[in-house]
């Protein structure tokens, strides 16, 4: 018999997740969640310094996911849930050294400057626009200027796709970042045409519709800062869970998986479940199987820095009306964009004072995030100076660098997924999850735990019957 039931490698969100997954529909199994690091979270975590809360990475999750929603219910957070702000469906780009608002309707579409009239009558012959050549791995760019034109590729929707994805639209997978504008195109035939008719399905079942790129949502996190949820995770479970004990790699042991930890220990598990970033998975499993070793290392991830400022508010000229801009890799600014931390969660700076959370990096810019934290800062605050006007320097500066900072769903992806689905059966009872594979949010990452979990209970269920 092995020495554990189910072993989890790895503590961030979706370990954590797995692991709440297993204790509520299985108390009786003994399972251990390892994590390499001193901490639990991986890039979730919150600094409180002086009055302000500093998200590291992740500074919310969209309240579109029922499975999140009912997670923060089962651990006792409803009440430290925290919603945006309402002004925060105002948001900006910049153009031409101007922040311009982004239309939120098709009548200020037509009279909003963010793109020229001759841009904007191209978005409106997308219902016209050419269908795809068969059915191949598209760009996100490819389909996006296919359908509605260059300039809303150029200025709509990179931004969104560097701002979202720390991606590059030309190298992403329309497939795999947004099926649902795939499967749009393919049963409608346009996009408008699909709008229309989802909104009208949507009315008759009393529910509302998304966008093209996905269900709506509201931005979501807790009183204080996100790292709230981690907290929580520990008090709940902490005698399930070894820190500061990575796991160096795992191998066949009969029909259990022996685990090799960092500090020389071995144990076996009858299921293992790998909840680490895919480049991180791939040397744990090379004992099992190179294949799946080497379409785990496939997954490339971009680096991003995560620039957290503080100024009194009256430094700042321009009003803070909304949830933040993005820039157009055309504008030629090292920032990929910036968020409105304090707008969007008024608790995230002390009274009079703002914070600010700006993104450099990115697979399209690997140099930015490596300059030093001075030369980083100057070139962050010069350009939000340009669009902003700043006065004087920030109160406060908290920088965050993520080297393997967001995984890269790139043309190909599917092709890797079956891969890793296939050498994933041919082991029997080991898992992947995480946001390397079918979406990269935190909503992406519960319901991927969720999953896998009910996948081991099931499984576990025939094995017996
Ligand atoms: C800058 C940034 C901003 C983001 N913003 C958002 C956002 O606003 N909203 C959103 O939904 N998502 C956002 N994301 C994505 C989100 O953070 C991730 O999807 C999510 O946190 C990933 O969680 P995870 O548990 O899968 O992986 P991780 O958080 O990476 O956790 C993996 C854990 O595995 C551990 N580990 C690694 N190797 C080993 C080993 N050999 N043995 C044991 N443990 C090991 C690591 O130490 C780590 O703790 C953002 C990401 C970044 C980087």
């Not at 409180?48 to 029922?66: A, M, Q």
Request: some cysteine; glycine content about 10%; proline content about 5%.
């Amino acid at each position: 018999m092995a020495d554990r039931d189910v072993a989890i490698v790895g503590g961030g969100i979706s370990g954590l997740a797995a692991l709440h997954y297993l204790r509520r529909q299985r108390p009786e199994w003994c399972v251990t969640l390892f994590e390499s690091d001193r901490r639990l979270g991986g890039t979730i975590g919150t600094d409180h310094i002086d009055g302000y809360s500093f998200d590291w990475g992740p500074n919310g999750f969209l309240d579109r996911e029922p499975l999140t929603l009912q997670l923060c219910e089962q651990l006792g957070l409803t009440d430290k849930i925290e919603r945006a702000n309402d002004n925060v469906s105002n948001r900006f780009i910049a153009r031409g050294g101007k922040l311009r608002a982004v239309p939120m309707s098709p009548p200020k579409f037509f009279t909003s400057d963010i793109l020229s009239l001759k841009g904007r009558l191209r978005v409106m012959m997308e219902p016209f626009a050419r269908r795809p050549d068969g059915d191949k791995d598209e760009s996100v760019y490819s389909f996006v200027e296919r359908r509605i034109g260059k300039e809303a590729a150029d200025y709509l929707v990179q931004p969104m796709v560097s701002g979202v994805y720390g991606g590059v639209a030309e190298r992403l997978s329309l497939k795999s970042c947004f099926p649902i504008m795939h499967t749009m195109e393919s049963e409608y035939g346009s996009l408008f045409k699909a709008m229309i008719a989802r909104k009208k399905q949507a009315k008759a079942a009393g529910r509302k519709s998304g966008g093209p790129s996905g269900p709506g949502g509201w931005l979501t996190s807790f009183t204080g800062g996100l790292s709230a949820i981690i907290e929580r995770f520990e008090e709940l479970y902490r005698d399930e869970i070894v820190v500061g004990n990575g796991v160096e790699r795992i191998e066949k042991d009969a029909d259990d998986y022996r685990l090799h930890l960092r500090t020389g220990e071995s144990l076996t598990a009858r299921h293992v479940i790998l909840s680490l970033p895919a480049y991180a998975a791939a040397p744990v499993v090379s004992a099992v199987s190179t294949t799946l070793s080497n379409a785990l290392s496939a997954i490339p991830y971009a680096p991003i820095s995560v620039v957290c400022l503080g100024y009194p508010r009256e430094s700042v000229k321009r009003p803070l009306d909304g949830f933040g801009f993005l820039v157009p890799s055309k504008e030629g600014l090292t920032i990929l964009g910036s968020i409105w931390t304090s707008s969007i969660f008024a608790d995230r700076a002390p009274q009079g004072r703002v914070q600010f959370r700006t993104m450099v990096g990115g697979d399209g810019d690997h140099e930015s995030v490596n300059l030093s934290d001075n030369d980083l800062l100057a070139r962050v605050t010069s350009d939000m100076d340009s669009l902003l006007g700043l006065q004087g320097e920030p109160e406060i500066v908290k920088i965050y660098r993520w080297s393997h900072g967001i995984p890269q769903f790139r043309i190909g992806h599917g092709e890797l997924l079956k891969q890793i689905e296939a050498e994933l059966a041919w082991a029997g009872n080991l898992y992947v999850t995480g946001n390397a594979y079918y979406g990269i949010g935190l909503n992406d990452c519960v319901k991927q735990s969720h999953r896998v979990v009910e996948q081991i209970v099931a499984s576990e269920s025939v094995t017996k019957s």
